[in-house]
C-alpha cells in the first residue's frame, strides 16, 4: 500500500515532519535483491520520475486499499482509514501540496500565491487561479476556504471533524479584491500554516452540518481535481476514476485509476504477481519482500517515511484502562525489544523501540522520552499490586472489586504483524496475571466499526505519517476534550492541550520543538500508548509505472501518473 496523507492515517498508510529510524534509499531496487535496504538521505523519494512527453496517453493503474471509504468526505470523524486521501485527492482540489522534504506550498492548478503578509497579527494572503471550477461549473472561490474553515474550527459542535487542528487558530477570512483573493487571519498565530487546504470541499457540502458529516458518506457529489469518478462499487469495494474532460490543468495520462479492494497484504502481493495489481505494500512484511523481490519486472522502491506500529489504550469511561495507574503498568510489562526484533530485524538489523510519540529518530526535535516506562516486569507487578489489582496464589489472573483483569485486544484480521505483536504481548503479560485476549476484527470495518466508536480496550496497528507538520499532527492526536475525535484513545488532560496550543503558536523551531516534546513526557505520564517499532517504507511497483511509486512525504501528482514509453 502506498502511503497517503490525513491529519492522522490509522491504518498501514501514511505522519509530521517527523521522521524514520531508517532512512531508505531513494533508489529503486532491482528484482532478486533480497538484502536489507541501505540508509540514504531525508527529502528523497522513489516514483521513477519521468518527463510527461516520455509517458504513454492512456493505460490503467490497478491502486490496491484496504478498505472501501466510510465516507469522502476524508476531514470528517469517519474517514479515518488511511486509504481515503488517494481516491479523494485524484478528484478533489488539493490546493496545498508537499514536496519529498514535507515542505508545503500552493499548488499552482488552484491557487497562484500564498504568502505571509503581516506578522503580528499573522495574516497570509491567498490568489486563486480563476480557471479552477467544481464540476457543477461553479467557481472555486474564496467562499468554500471561508465555508471549510468554518466547518473545522470547532466552534460549531453539530459539525464531526477527524481534526479542527489548525483551522482553530482561524480568527477571520476576509475576501479581497474580488472572488479569487482573500486573507486568513491567525488568532492565536500558527507557525504550521502553509500545510492548511490539503484538500478542499465545497460550501455545498461544508455550509450543512449534516451534508459534511453524512451527505458525502454514500458517494461525492462535486469534484474538482484532474479526475472525476467513473463508478462506485461498493459490492467489490472498488472505485474507478477517470479523467475529467473539464480539467484546466495539465490533461491526466492514464485513461483510468481503478482503486481495488484487497483483504490481506498477501492478496495485494498475489494480485502483484497475476496482473491484478500494479503495485504492493511491503514495507516491514519481511515474507512480503522476500516475495516481491523475487519477482520478474517488478522494482522495489524505498523512501523515508514517519511510520511506526504502536498499541493504543482505551481510555474511556467504559473501559477497564480508564485507569492511568493500570497503563502505565501494563506499559512497564511490555518488552518492545523482542517485539521490534522478531517484526524487522531483517529489513532493519538494529532495530530499536521508539523513545518519542511526535518525532521519530532522524529528524530535527527527537529525543527518548521513555525513561521510567522502560521494561521492567517486577515495577508492573508492584504498581499492579499498589493500584488494586492483585493475584491470590493459586489464581491464574489478578482481579480487583471481584473484577477479572481481562484486557481485549483489538487487531484488523490478516494482518500478519499485528497478529504477531499481539501474542508477543499476550505471552509478555501472562506471568503478570494478566488476563490478554486477542480479537481479530473485519479489517474492512476496523476503524469504522471498532476503534472510531471506542469498541477496544487496546489495539495494536500502524501509524503511518504525512508531512503534515509535528505540531498539527499532535494536535489531532493528542487533544482532549469537545474536539478529541483523532484522539481515539480519548486520553489527554489540560496540560497537553495548553502545550500544544502554545507549541502551535510558537513560531520559534527551537522553541516550538522543545513544546511538543514536553507533551511526549506527559503523553508518556498518562499511558495514552505504546510506540513500538519504526517500519522501513518499501513498496513494489510494477516495471514501466512512471511517477508513481514511493512518493515518501511529497503529495501525488495524479495527472502525470502513467506507463512509460
Known amino acids: ?26 533508489c529503486g531496487g532491482s528484482a532478486g535483491s533480497s538484502a536489507p535496504p541501505p540508509t540514504k538521505q531525508i527529502g528523497q523519494n522513489d516514483i521513477n520520475p519521468t518527463p510527461r512527453d516520455q509517458v504513454k496517453d492512456g493505460g490503467i493503474l490497478q491502486w490496491g486499499i484496504e478498505a472501501y471509504p466510510a465516507n469522502f468526505n476524508m476531514l470528517a470523524v469517519d474517514a479515518s482509514n488511511g486509504d481515503i486521501p488517494p481516491v479523494v485527492e485524484s478528484f478533489e482540489p488539493t490546493p496545498a501540496i508537499s514536496d519529498a522534504s514535507g515542505n508545503w506550498g500552493p499548488d499552482p492548478d488552484y491557487v497562484e500565491s500564498a504568502k505571509l503578509v503581516s506578522t503580528d497579527p499573522q495574516k497570509v494572503e491567498y490568489k486563486l487561479n480563476p480557471k479552477a471550477k467544481w464540476s457543477d461549473g461553479t467557481p472555486i472561490t474564496w467562499e468554500d476556504y471561508k465555508s471549510q474553515w468554518q466547518s473545522l ?16 487558530s482561524i ?17 492565536p498565530k500558527l507557525a504550521e500554516w502553509a500545510n492548511l487546504f490539503n484538500v478542499l470541499y465545497p460550501k455545498s457540502m461544508t455550509s450543512d452540518p449534516n451534508e459534511f458529516n453524512k451527505g458525502w458518506a454514500d458517494a461525492p457529489k462535486v469534484t474538482g481535481g484532474p479526475f472525476k469518478v467513473g463508478t462506485l462499487d461498493k459490492t467489490g469495494n472498488n472505485v474507478t476514476v477517470v479523467p475529467d474532460p473539464n480539467w484546466w490543468g ?28 500494479d503495485f504492493a505494500g511491503v514495507s516491514s512484511n519481511i515474507d512480503a519482500f522476500k516475495r516481491t523481490s523475487t519477482m520478474k519486472n517488478v522494482t522495489l522502491r524505498r523512501a523515508n517515511l514517519p511510520n511506526y506500529r504502536e498499541i493504543v489504550f ?38 530499536q523501540p521508539l523513545g518519542n510519540h511526535i518525532f521519530l529518530p532522524g529528524f530535527p526535535g527527537y529525543q527518548d522520552n521513555s525513561a521510567g516506562y522502560l521494561y521492567n516486569p517486577d515495577e508492573a507487578k508492584k504498581e499492579l499490586d ?21 484486557i481485549r485486544d483489538a487487531i484488523p484480521g490478516g494482518s500478519k504483524s499485528a497478529l504477531d505483536e499481539a501474542q508477543l504481548v499476550q505471552q509478555q503479560l501472562a506471568p503478570l496475571g494478566v488476563d490478554f485476549q486477542i480479537v481479530q476484527d473485519d479489517p474492512n470495518t476496523f476503524f469504522d466499526e471498532h476503534i472510531t466508536p471506542g469498541d477496544f480496550d487496546v ?16 494536535q489531532s492526536w493528542f487533544i482532549s476534550g469537545a474536539q478529541e475525535q483523532g484522539n481515539v484513545g480519548r486520553i489527554g488532560d489540560q496540560k497537553i492541550n ?20 514536553e507533551v511526549d513526557k506527559q503523553v508518556w505520564a498518562l499511558g495514552h500508548s505504546l510506540p513500538l517499532y519504526q517500519r522501513p517504507s518499501i513498496v513494489a511497483t510494477r516495471d514501466g509505472l512512471a511517477n508513481f511509486g514511493n512518493t515518501g512525504l511529497a503529495s501525488f501528482h495524479f495527472q502525470d501518473m502513467g506507463w512509460a514509453k
Open 171 to 187: 480568527s477571520d477570512i476576509g475576501k479581497g479584491s474580488d472572488d479569487y483573493d482573500f486573507t486568513v487571519t491567525y488568532d
Open 386 to 406: 499498589a493500584d488494586g489489582w492483585t493475584q491470590p496464589a493459586g489464581a491464574k489472573f489478578r482481579s480487583k472489586n471481584g473484577k477479572q483483569l481481562t
Open 314 to 351: 482505551n481510555g474511556a469511561g467504559s473501559s477497564i484502562l480508564n485507569d492511568q495507574k493500570l497503563r502505565v503498568a501494563l506499559i512497564k510489562g511490555i518488552n518492545r525489544d523482542p517485539i521490534a526484533k522478531a517484526e524487522i530485524s531483517q529489513l532493519i538489523p538494529n532495530a
Open 498 to 517: 495548553d502545550l500544544l496550543a502554545q507549541a502551535s503558536a510558537e513560531l520559534d523551531q527551537t522553541k516550538r520543538y522543545a513544546l511538543l516534546n
Open 250 to 277: 495539465d490533461k491526466p495520462k492514464l485513461d483510468k485509476i481503478v482503486f481495488k479492494y484487497y483483504s490481506s497484504a498477501n492478496v495485494e502481493v498475489d494480485g502483484l504477481a497475476s496482473g491484478a495489481f
Open 459 to 474: 489495539a495494536n496497528f500502524a501509524q503511518m505519517g504525512d508531512s503534515a507538520p509535528p505540531a498539527t499532527n499532535a
Open 1 to 26: 500500500m502506498l502511503v497517503s496523507r490525513t491529519p492522522r492515517a490509522l491504518l498501514a498508510v501514511a505522519v509530521s515532519v517527523t521522521a524514520s529510524a531508517l532512512l531508505l534509499t531513494a
Open 153 to 168: 474550527s470547532g466552534k460549531n459542535t453539530a459539525y464531526q471533524p477527524l481534526s479542527t487542528a489548525g483551522y482553530a
